[in-house]
């Protein structure tokens, strides 16, 4: 029979705008596919309460982050709001080659440069608020960021969703049930496309025989 062990990992990227969703679907979609990696990204950005140092964030200095990246320790790296983020090369690489697939919470630049990096491996789904109304009810919600900080996620959010063409997916996430359900139909749809499972040649070669 077949073995996953051959089988190559999906790189699911998730992108949204802030307050588009991400998080909450994120968190719903590794409860339900508990095999599914997080990639943990690392930050300049000052941890908010309840963070915790590598399960949310890897939290480092300005000169940290830039050390890092000069040893080339990140798959891909960005600006966002003044402070530095970037995807850890190594646990990625480590999973990929396990035949693990891995969840990225990262914005578009991100997203393009990992999908230069792995051609192939990486899968784009980009969520979209059903308002902008609705955007600004989400990051309100959020109650953890001061007015200036609200105002400047908002230019962030339009800049963020006029990137939206360079998905794969693009989900308007009005519900939250129906978007996470859509999200695992589009990791189960990867989970088998053909190039992602080399092993199926010889599987049907053996099924002719
Ligand atoms: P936050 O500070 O609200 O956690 O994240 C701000 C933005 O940075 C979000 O859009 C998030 O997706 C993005 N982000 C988080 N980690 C990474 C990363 O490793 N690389 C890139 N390019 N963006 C990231």
New binding site residues.
Partial sequence: MSSDVTRRGVCLVL?AA?GGG?TSVSRALRESEPDLTLSV???T?LPRPGEQEGVH?FFRTPEAFAAEVAAGDFL???S??D?R???PRAPVEAALATGRDVLF???W??YRQLKAALPGDVVGLFLLPPSLAELERRLRGRGQDAEEEIGRRMAVARD?MRHWAEFDHVLVNEDFTATVAAVRAVLHAARSARQRQPWLAAFVADLLR
């Fill in positions: 992108s802030p991400k990204s690392a930050t950005r964030y891909e790296h960005a966002f709001l402070r983020y970037g995807t919470d990262i914005e630049q991100g963020e």
